[in-house]
């Protein structure tokens, strides 16, 4: 059982383009939900926390419904550094809990 | 920025040695843990370390591992008698309270040869 289920891609989108991922996790008990963003053989970093009612950070949006269990960012306005893995995260924040990743989509974006 | 920082940033090891991965967290931080990533496959947790002592670990985290805080500003990770499978990219965190974001040092890549 995936708990934190994503397209691995890779997307291949010209710069300019508006590219949407999608992650679906499993633990209906998952309290906070993360996208972080890892460039090849480094470290994740936080790209945005997401929120029930939506968020948007510049070039970027994420959306969730828990109802569905089902979260999305879309990145509008690509550019050529966007190029990286997006990592779904979830965690059920009671405590000390661990972060649940999912295995990640790779993204492109050629010139 | 604070930074959480690790080493050595590879390590090539014989089966069946032990190794000690270093970290050093964001000095007001107060939950670390690690996790690992086999190449090309998802970051996986192995364990949650608070108040001086284990809070969660998976069952990644068997007998051949352990974890340690000998001072204020360092926590390693051991493992025992290395197999060719723990060949990894290991990663330390911290975070400042329960639920808050995760900073990441580089991480460790560790070959088991």
């Known amino acids: 059982r995936k708990e934190v289920e994503q397209d691995p891609g890779p997307f291949n989108v010209p710069e300019g383009a508006t590219v949407a991922f999608n992650c679906t996790y499993s633990?209906?008990?998952?309290?906070?939900f993360f996208w972080y963003r890892q460039d090849c053989r480094k470290e994740p970093k936080l790209l945005m926390s997401v929120y029930s009612s939506g968020n948007e950070d510049g070039r970027f949006t994420a959306q969730l419904n828990r109802a569905s269990q089902y979260i999305s960012l879309l990145i509008r306005d690509s550019k050529l550094s966007d190029s990286a893995t997006y990592l779904c995260?979830?965690?059920?924040?009671?405590?000390?809990?661990?972060?649940?990743f999912g295995k990640g989509t790779r993204l492109s974006v050629i010139a | 920025e604070p930074e959480v920082t690790q080493t050595p940033s590879h390590q090539v090891t014989q089966m069946g040695q032990e190794v000690i991965l270093r970290c050093v967290p964001i000095s007001n931080h107060l939950y670390f843990y690690w996790y690992r990533q086999i190449l090309g496959q998802k970051v996986e947790f192995l364990v949650s370390f608070y108040n001086n002592e284990i809070s969660e670990k998976s069952e990644i985290f068997d007998d051949q591992f352990s974890v340690e805080r000998p001072d204020g500003s360092n926590f390693t990770l051991k493992i025992r008698s290395t197999k060719l499978e723990d060949s990894a990219m290991y990663f330390c965190?911290?975070?400042?309270?329960?639920?808050?974001?995760?900073?990441f040092g580089q991480g460790t890549r560790l070959t088991v040869v």
């Open positions: 995260v979830v965690t059920v924040s009671s405590g000390n809990t661990p972060l649940v």
């Open positions: 965190a911290s975070t400042a309270d329960s639920g808050g974001e995760a900073f």
């Open positions: 633990n209906s008990a998952s309290q906070s």
